[in-house]
């Protein structure tokens, strides 16, 4: 059974939600953010190597950040990492990398994480994706991981589990609810029908290809143009058919429609290092709150800060109270924490107005 198991790291995205850290030429999975000496995308592949072949690993990103890809992991060779010409949202990721590694193992089971994320409990997520791919290889069933959630974060996806009789530790999903407004995330917490989203997929490869068919009509005609250029002998083009794909998700493309998805509740520990106000929640605070990312920092009257600043610099800082202070290369953004709405407007006219991603 497990030799028909592979992983997807979907390494593409930009990480906008930790701008200015993470820009557009250099996102967050290529980034060591805790200061460790391990970027994310290396922790990422680092896990799943302690219990998967390397040669059933794939890695999925742009072709704009190749270099990265090449740096960090010199071991991978080309055929393991698939190249996306253009964005056209995680369907198309996963779509492309299903295909691709249908062709070589056509029993592929798959598990599809993203390369962001934090796993507290390396040993029991081990646990948890063996027992998952297990479950998806015994009948055409889409599963996602999910997390119970410790408080109202209104950054995360959320997901309900159905009321009808769960298969072992397999609940059927009934809704998806994608980052919830405050007043919602604090009735999700409470219910105990709602876990977190986590963005970790499992399927068998026949199984996803077979709801991409039938739930997202776009993809139909593309499907035949998908096996004929995973087949081709030069691993190394850049697959056209992107440039004609509609620009979805797993969840709203296929999660959401799909009337054979499942969520298992995991206890690995888990973050989706996807916005400032996350990251305190799983790293050590000084006694006032404020959180050090790899910084230096002379702090007085401070509390409940978020500090990043690139290395050698200092910062001399009085009286701020819950607010983000970050540096990357030649931005400095001092914004409430909690405030992602004036984050995403920062960034915004920081890019139409300065010109600067």
């Given at each position: 059974?497990?030799?028909?198991?592979?992983?997807?790291?979907?390494?593409?995205g930009?990480g906008s939600?930790?701008w200015?850290?993470?820009?557009?030429?250099?996102p967050?999975?290529?980034?060591?953010?805790?200061g460790?000496?391990?970027?994310?995308?290396?922790?990422?592949?680092?896990r799943?190597l302690?219990?998967?072949?390397?040669?059933h690993?794939?890695?999925?990103?742009n072709v704009?950040?190749?270099?990265y890809i090449?740096?960090?992991?010199p071991?991978?060779?080309?055929?393991h990492?698939?190249e996306?010409?253009l964005r056209?949202g995680?369907?198309?990721?996963v779509?492309?990398?299903?295909v691709?590694?249908?062709?070589l193992?056509?029993?592929?089971?798959?598990?599809?994480s993203?390369a962001?994320?934090l796993?507290l409990n390396?040993d029991?997520?081990r646990?948890?994706?063996m027992?998952?791919?297990?479950?998806?290889?015994?009948?055409?069933?889409?599963?996602?991981?999910?997390?119970?959630?410790t408080?109202?974060?209104t950054?995360?996806?959320?997901?309900?589990m159905?009321?009808?009789?769960?298969?072992?530790?397999?609940?059927?999903?009934?809704?998806?609810?994608?980052?919830p407004?405050?007043e919602f995330?604090?009735?999700?917490?409470?219910?105990?029908?709602?876990?977190?989203?986590?963005?970790?997929?499992?399927f068998?490869?026949?199984?996803?290809?077979d709801?991409?068919?039938?739930l997202?009509p776009e993809?139909?005609?593309?499907m035949?143009?998908?096996m004929?250029?995973?087949?081709?002998?030069?691993p190394?083009?850049l697959?056209?058919f992107?440039s004609?794909?509609?620009?979805?998700?797993?969840?709203?493309?296929i999660?959401e429609?799909s009337?054979?998805?499942y969520?298992?509740?995991s206890?690995f520990?888990w973050?989706?290092?996807g916005?400032?106000?996350?990251l305190?929640?799983?790293?050590?605070?000084?006694k006032?709150?404020n959180l050090?990312l790899?910084?230096e920092?002379l702090?007085?009257?401070?509390k409940?800060?978020?500090?990043?600043?690139p290395?050698g610099?200092?910062?001399v800082?009085?009286?701020?109270?819950?607010y983000?202070?970050?540096?990357?290369?030649?931005?400095?953004?001092?914004c409430?924490?909690?405030?992602?709405?004036?984050?995403?407007?920062?960034m915004?006219?920081a890019?139409?107005?300065?010109?600067?991603e």
């Amino acid at each position: 059974m497990e030799k028909h198991n592979y992983c997807l790291i979907l390494a593409g995205g930009i990480g906008s939600r930790l701008w200015p850290m993470s820009r557009k030429g250099l996102p967050k999975q290529f980034l060591d953010v805790f200061g460790t000496g391990r970027t994310m995308l290396q922790d990422t592949y680092d896990r799943f190597l302690r219990f998967m072949p390397a040669d059933h690993i794939f890695i999925s990103t742009n072709v704009d950040y190749l270099p990265y890809i090449y740096e960090q992991l010199p071991q991978v060779d080309d055929k393991h990492i698939l190249e996306e010409p253009l964005r056209r949202g995680t369907l198309a990721s996963v779509a492309w990398g299903t295909v691709f590694i249908k062709t070589l193992d056509a029993e592929a089971n798959i598990i599809v994480s993203p390369a962001d994320q934090l796993i507290l409990n390396e040993d029991r997520f081990r646990d948890d994706v063996m027992k998952s791919l297990e479950f998806v290889a015994q009948g055409n069933r889409l599963v996602v991981m999910g997390i119970h959630p410790t408080r109202p974060e209104t950054g995360y996806g959320y997901i309900q589990m159905s009321d009808t009789a769960p298969e072992g530790d397999f609940n059927h999903v009934k809704t998806f609810t994608e980052k919830p407004a405050r007043e919602f995330a604090e009735i999700f917490l409470h219910d105990g029908s709602f876990l977190w989203n986590t963005g970790i997929f499992l399927f068998s490869a026949n199984a996803m290809l077979d709801n991409i068919s039938r739930l997202v009509p776009e993809y139909q005609l593309e499907m035949p143009k998908m096996m004929a250029d995973a087949k081709a002998e030069d691993p190394k083009f850049l697959p056209e058919f992107f440039s004609v794909l509609p620009k979805l998700n797993v969840d709203m493309g296929i999660m959401e429609k799909s009337d054979n998805v499942y969520v298992y509740e995991s206890h690995f520990g888990w973050a989706d290092l996807g916005t400032w106000n996350t990251l305190e929640v799983y790293q050590r605070c000084d006694k006032n709150g404020n959180l050090m990312l790899d910084s230096e920092a002379l702090l007085h009257n401070c509390k409940n800060n978020i500090i990043r600043l690139p290395k050698g610099q200092t910062a001399v800082i009085s009286g701020l109270h819950d607010y983000a202070v970050v540096q990357q290369g030649d931005v400095l953004m001092i914004c409430p924490k909690e405030d992602l709405a004036a984050q995403r407007r920062l960034m915004t006219e920081a890019q139409t107005q300065l010109g600067i991603e």
